[in-house]
């Protein structure tokens, strides 16, 4: 913030890049502040001139910003990455990144958004205390300027994004298994069949085929106009609403959530009734088959429009919370349904363009809630609880078959140890949050929360299972076994983005954290899960490159010189500042142990 007040004030147009909202509207709140306090009335002048910018403002207000932007009205930008592609921001002079974005192609694309003409420009990374900031810090020829950029991975058997993937698909050209199984991989039939059953695709013929009688034709599938999906689509996105029109809004089910109703629309009906004129004829020939399908594409485009349009690009969940300003009733912001227990749960504070409000209601049938004006000393922070359960085990990467001295008795257990990646069930629970002063850091209060029961969902990880001998080895040392696997799960984590496109800080993934108070026990292992629904595809590619990830780990750890005399590390090495249990149950000389051990076992055969 004191980066961006000062290159604004000396007439630097700057953009400052944070990597989650929360972090982009106290950055903005805190430069305004530090320009306000100014005895220069020229220095007062800037705070009109500095914007936040991110995903889930009014879709006329981040044009409104873009527009100032570009035309050079503003001085300071505070933006996420919503900013990092496909927008021109005009010319810039400065770009501050706080926090390493995550992948080396992300970082140069963002430095790239300024310095566009002839003049020099300025770029400044301020490394979080994490372990992959420092480790880029303190190794910046290896890891920015003289390293291949990370590997981009994709999940296209994603089943909560392919489904939506092959309704626009259908939309423009009808499905064909034999042929589009192609591009949309081998769970294509499995995803049309369970389309077809919920009213999302409607199975039909062309002319010649096995409609008018001839055996062995395959079938085709299109976009099914009874849906009416430029209604439900856009009943899953607060955004496509008018100021106020919450009411019932989400009283409708998810697209394809439920059988469709005996009432059929009349133009659905109409449109059956008009693939039975199409010109045809049993053996019809190629050009009589392409003119049948472009009459078919014309009927579907007369009756609905395309559900691209309604489909998110940023989020995967369908639906969103409207965040909604009591006095006036305005719309004022958007949260994904996913983060809605954790960011406007009741009791939370909640920052937009540098104003601080608090939520008062939280409505979880209409997915609304309510916010007002106010400045408390302090911001809020949830407390939370989460299970990881494996669901399915995938096929393994790797084997190892190292052996410790003296460790001969449990050659069979060792000898099956490998790096792992499958589905998994996160249950989490929100059941209190933290007032923390904003002057101290201390926590001020927690206060319960009564939410309703515990959100689950269906994800991918990768993790490696520990040996017996390791967890005695540590006792040996009188080390806690618990804390060690702990923080090398987070280590684990946080080195991942070196070689693989995905976010730690932006929560692309997260980890297993043990609670101070649990009694339950937990399966020994290191795991990384996926907090995206069905996953990103990170999973399976980090199961495969697990020794070089684990030996990373080592060299944080190592590298890291901090001392603690309670032996919990610090956040340059198995701290995490996403930690739902708040890095209560960390052992620093145990994490490094585990992880020495898992690196000689995963890479003695590789």
Known sequence: AHLLAQLVRFGFKTI???????????????????????????????????????AGYQLEQRRRIEKELFGGRLSGVVATSALELGIDVGSLDASLHLGFPGSVSSFFQQAGRCGRGKADSLTILVGYGSPLDQYVVQNPESTVFGKAFPSAVVD?????????????ASFEDPIRLSRDA????????GVVQDMEEKGWLRRFHLPGGAASGAAGQEPLFRCNAAVRWEKELRQAHASQHQKNNFRGAYNHPLPGSGPLTSATPADSRASDASLGSLPGRAGASRAEEAEAR??????????VRSPA???ALRNINEKEYQVIFKDTGEVID?????????????????LQQGLRYVVTYLDIHDLVAYVERCDPPYYTSQADHREVTVTHIFPPAKTGAWLPDGARGDTKTTTAVRARHGRVMVTTSVFAYHKISLKTGNVLETVPLHLPPPIQMQTKAFWVDIPPWVQLECRKRERDFKGGVHGAAHVLAAVTPLRLLC???????????PNVKENVRRPSRILVYESQKGGLGVSMMGSLIMPELISLAV??????PCANEDGLGCPECIQSTSCPEYNEVLDKEAALLILECMKKILTSNS
């Open 16 to 54: 400052a890049f944070c990597k989650v909202r929360k972090v982009c509207e106290i950055v903005l709140e805190r430069a305004q502040e530090m320009l306000r306090k100014s005895k220069w009335k020229r220095d007062r002048e800037c705070i009109g001139r500095m914007k936040s910018y991110r």
């Open 156 to 168: 296209p058997e994603n089943p909560f994004i392919l489904k939506k993937h092959v309704l626009c």
């Open 182 to 189: 192609l591009y949309f991989g081998g769970m294509l039939p």
């Open 294 to 303: 472009a009459n078919i594409q014309d009927v579907a485009l007369e009756q």
């Open 309 to 311: 349009f309604d489909v």
């Open 334 to 350: 958007h949260v994904d349904e996913g983060r809605a227990f954790f960011e406007v749960y009741p009791g939370a504070t909640y």
């Open 503 to 513: 976010d730690r800080h932006a929560e692309d993934l997260a980890t297993e954290c």
């Open 555 to 560: 060299s944080v750890v190592k590298s890291c």
